[in-house]
Nanobody, 121 residues
Framework: QVQLVESGGGLVQAGGSLRLSCAAS????????MGWYRQAPGKQRELVAK???????NYADSVKGRFTISRDNTKNTVYLQMNSLKPEDTAVYYC???????????????WGKGTLVTVSS
């Protein structure tokens, strides 16, 4: 069974930085796309950034130039470096893995349980 575990969330002042990590575990052969989504109170979950195994990235307009996504395919881990944080970045950040291939399945999609990021003004 595949599990995604996020870490690195917390409380930071506006203008500060945080680095989120998400490690996927299980009998994983490959993961097509790994990414980060967030959900603020009262709002829908939205894409923050995602990164394919070939290196293509997609960022939300609101984080371009401030956030950087990266991954270590050897560790099935994805990172999100968040700089110049703003109060509107406050949300629960969820890790996502798309197109996961294991010894038993192919093309599955998995979510982590989320990590809270709070940016104070």
């Amino acid at each position: 069974q595949v599990q995604l575990v996020e870490s690195g969330g917390g409380l930071v002042q506006a203008g500060g930085s945080l680095r989120l990590s998400c490690a996927a575990s299980g009998s994983i052969f490959s993961i097509d796309t790994m990414g980060w989504y967030r959900q603020a109170p009262g709002k829908q979950r939205e894409l923050v950034a995602k990164l394919t195994s070939s290196g293509s990235t997609n960022y939300a307009d609101s984080v371009k130039g401030r956030f950087t996504i990266s991954r270590d395919n050897t560790k099935n881990t994805v990172y999100l470096q968040m700089n110049s944080l703003k109060p509107e970045d406050t949300a629960v950040y969820y890790c996502n893995a798309e197109g996961v291939r294991t010894s038993d399945t192919y093309g599955m999609n998995y979510w982590g349980k989320g990590t809270l990021v709070t940016v104070s003004s």
